[in-house]
Structure formats: structure tokens, C-alpha cells
């Protein structure tokens, strides 16, 4: 690796342009989705091909504790050897010096695939399209809130303070004047996805108080998900020089929409690059019913994926935003599925369901896993919704606990993602569940205290 500099993507060589790089960070998603591994020296990077982690890092729960996981021979905390993929190579450009950051690949010693590893999971996911003959192609968007610095988890979340020196004012959806508003923060994104390299599809104010959102260009989901695993952590470091804190949380605020990241998706013949949701006519295709006869069946397993924590299910309330049931229907926002106006050959489906919470890999796996295996099974939908979807019933998991006990029951989409995946998923994910459970809300305390 000697020479790795030069191979670099534009955007990282003009970011080091006159400069001598100082640190590598090697990363890996976790379970979560929050990036970790370690800072090298520039010089031993180059030196290094692979480096080492142990592979309880895909046990730990979202509050630091482990669920049991590890397998038969107990936990021993095998190293899994990580592999640096030199395509996602990027800046770090909040740092003090100059850094870049690397995705790395997990494989175990034999140089097998880490079953349970995010990335790993979504790669396996789209070689099933490839073996097929199909080309997934995903556009995620990203929803957010920048919000007052919390530093005390039993204070309600609030707005930011916004450039005129007002907290954010809520339901002001596309308004530009609201987007004026967080302007130096916004700022610092563009500036950040610029030296990484990223393209912005735009960004604009939601309906919550403080909330944007951001649309990335259409593309290869792996690559997708590297970006929004990477826009994670630029907009919370963006957030945090204008003395605030970006969340993805699904439901920060009471009273307030949660954040989604909706998944477009369409489906391209391998060879001639042709959309498989349109005929020559530009008419849809069977496996345009069929991939939203896939998501209506199996979503509802896959829920626990898409909607990964208790705080999860506190976005889908009617008339808040966020879906309800599984319905879909052609320009309709009030349903779980929508196909949203286009010409047949940028034809598409709209995943509406996932939250911002989710890990990328993991929720774009699951949603392309549903489609996939509608496709396969021929598994058409049910007529199209007419009218409002909120008039409908709730055909979705509400807690989290219902949502794990489906999951576990779905062997199909097992078969898609993983089944150690789904082995390891599912325990931690109790584990964290355990956990809440565990915890007495405000709500217990001032209604039951005294009243019953």
C-alpha cells in the first residue's frame, strides 16, 4: 500500500492537496450503526493491511451492556480481521489535523464474511439480486432534528436556537425562511460533504421543530449506506460547532413528526441497465406488483430491523407523518408504500417505514430482503389504497418486544439476511429490551404513584 495515496478518489487527494496527511481512522459499523475501530498513524496505515477487533463489538446493546450472543464456545472475543475497502476512503474534515476515514470489511480467519457484520449483510443481500440477474438501486433520505445541547437525559429534548435568536419554530415544512434559520449549520454540512466527496440532492425543512431533511442521489445501496453511515457523523459534528446536537432519533420531541429515512427503490436488468418496473411500453411490470407485494407480506417481520428501539414505534401515530399500516398507492404520502410520480423508467417504490434510527445497511438490507423475496415468490399486493391510509387500520407492530417476537419467527427473511444475523440480532436486541423494561418512565411515577 505504498502508493495508496495516489489511488485515491478526487475528493481525497484535493482535501490533502499541499497537505501531509497525519491519521487514518479504519471503521466498521456496528449493530447500531456508530462507527468503530481505531486511529493510525498515516505511516503505519500504509504499512498495514488488515488490523484486528474483537467480535463482541456486534453483541454490545446501544447502552454499553452485552447481550449473550457469542455462540457455543462462549465469550472469548475472537479478533475478526478487518480489511480496509480503499473506495470509501474520505476526509474527516472537522478534525484539528488532517485525517481520513476507511471503511473496513470483517472476516473471520478463514477469510469467510462476518455473518452478523452490517455491511456484510447488505452485500449479501444485493449479490442475491446480482445471481438473479437485477441491479438494486436505492435513494435514501435522510431526516433529522438539530436541537438544544441535552445534557441531562431527564430534560425534555427542545428546538435549537436559530440564527435570529428564536428556538426553531415547529411545522414550517419546506419553509426557506426555516432553512435560514440553521444556516450556519448547514453551511458546515455542504462545506463537510464536499471534502468527502458527497453529493447532496438537497435539503429542506420538515414539519417538526428543528427538523431537515436530506436527499442523496440514487444509487448502489452499499454505497448509499456507506454515505449515510458517513452523514451521520459529519452532521452531528456540523451540529456541534454551532454549540447544538444533531439526533436521529425517531421520536425526540413530543407533539413533534419523527424522522424517517424513507428508501426509494427500483430494480435494473443487470445487462442492459433497463428499470424491470417498466415494459417497453412504459408500462408496470409484474415484478413492480410483486417487489410491493414482497414489502406489504414481509415488512411487518422485518419492523424490528427498520424500527430498532422502543423509542422507534413512538413515530408511527396517525396523522403524525409516519405510516400506520402497509398500504400503498401511487402519489400518496399517507401510506406505508408509495410510488411516487415519475416517468416508467425512473419508475420506483418508496419504503416509508424505516426510521432514521435504524442502522443503513441493516434497514436497506431488510427493505430490498422484502422486496426480493415477493419477486420471488410471486407474492402480488392487495388492490391500491384510495384516500387517506390513516382512515385504515394498524396492521404494524407498536412496541418493540411484538416486533422482535415476529422476527424471529420469519425464517424466509432469514434466509435473505443471514440466519446467524438473525440469531445475533435478535438477542441483543432483547438484551436492549431487557433493559428498558428495567426503567421507571415519568409517566409511572406521576399517574401511578398516587392513583392506583
Known amino acids: 500500500m505504498s502508493n495508496w495515496i495516489s489511488t485515491l478518489a478526487d475528493a481525497a487527494k484535493t482535501y490533502l492537496e499541499g497537505r501531509r496527511l497525519d491519521e487514518v481512522e479504519c471503521i466498521i459499523a456496528d449493530l447500531p450503526g456508530i462507527a468503530r475501530g481505531k486511529a493510525v498513524p498515516a505511516s503505519k496505515f500504509a504499512r498495514q493491511e488488515h488490523f484486528h477487533l474483537p467480535d463482541s ?6 447502552t454499553g451492556d452485552w447481550g449473550e450472543a457469542a455462540g457455543e464456545d462462549g465469550f472469548i472475543e475472537r479478533d475478526m480481521i478487518l480489511t480496509p475497502d480503499m473506495s470509501t476512503t474520505t476526509a474527516a474534515p472537522w478534525t484539528g489535523d488532517w485525517t481520513l476515514q476507511v471503511i473496513h470489511d470483517a472476516f473471520d480467519r478463514d477469510g469467510h464474511p462476518i455473518p452478523f457484520a452490517p455491511r456484510n449483510v447488505l452485500k449479501r443481500v444485493v449479490e442475491m439480486y446480482h445471481a438473479r440477474g437485477m441491479t438494486p438501486v436505492v435513494a435514501p433520505e435522510m431526516e433529522f432534528f438539530l436541537v438544544a445541547r441535552n445534557l441531562d437525559p431527564a430534560k425534555e429534548i427542545e428546538p435549537m436556537m436559530g440564527r435570529s435568536g428564536r428556538p426553531a419554530a415547529a411545522r414550517q415544512a419546506y419553509s426557506m425562511t426555516a432553512v435560514d434559520e440553521f444556516g450556519p449549520v448547514i453551511d458546515d454540512i455542504y462545506d463537510f460533504a464536499e471534502a468527502q466527496g458527497f453529493e447532496i440532492d438537497g435539503i429542506t425543512q420538515e ?19 456507506d ?3 458517513y452523514f451521520k457523523r459529519l452532521i452531528r459534528e456540523a451540529a456541534l460547532k454551532h454549540d447544538c446536537f444533531a439526533t436521529f432519533m425517531a421520536k425526540p420531541i413530543e407533539d413533534e413528526p419523527g424522522s424517517s429515512m424513507h428508501i426509494h427503490h427500483s430494480i435494473l436488468d443487470a445487462k442492459t441497465g433497463e428499470n424491470l418496473f417498466s415494459d417497453s411500453d412504459g408500462n408496470e411490470t409484474e415484478l413492480f406488483q410483486t417487489f410491493i407485494g414482497g ?10 430491523v427498520l424500527a430498532p428501539y422502543v423509542n422507534s414505534y413512538r413515530r408511527y401515530v396517525k396523522d403524525h407523518a409516519a405510516p400506520i399500516n402497509l398500504a400503498w398507492a401511487r402519489d400518496n404520502r399517507t401510506t406505508g408504500i408509495r410510488v411516487p410520480l415519475a416517468p416508467p423508467s425512473a419508475r420506483r417504490v418508496e419504503n416509508r417505514l424505516a426510521g432514521m434510527d435504524c442502522n443503513p445497511y441493516l434497514g436497506i438490507a ?5 422486496g426480493l423475496l415477493g419477486m420471488i415468490n410471486k407474492e402480488h399486493p392487495e388492490a391500491e389504497f384510495k384516500g387517506d391510509a390513516y382512515a385504515g387500520e394498524a396492521d404494524i407492530p407498536r412496541v418493540l418486544g411484538n416486533a422482535l417476537t415476529m422476527f424471529d419467527a420469519a425464517t424466509d427473511l432469514h434466509d435473505i439476511l443471514g440466519p446467524e444475523f438473525a440469531r445475533v440480532y435478535s438477542i441483543v436486541k432483547r438484551a436492549e429490551y431487557e433493559e428498558f423494561l428495567q426503567v421507571i418512565s415519568p409517566w409511572e411515577r406521576e399517574h401511578l404513584l398516587m392513583n392506583v
Open 366 to 370: 431488510a427493505s430490498l430482503a422484502c
Open 57 to 62: 463489538i456486534f453483541y454490545q446493546t446501544i
Open 207 to 225: 414539519g417538526g421543530a428543528g427538523q431537515l431533511e436530506i436527499n442523496l442521489l440514487h444509487g448502489d445501496p452499499v454505497k448509499l449506506a
Open 227 to 229: 454515505e449515510v453511515f
Open 295 to 304: 414489502l406489504q407480506k414481509h415488512l411487518p417481520d422485518a419492523i424490528a
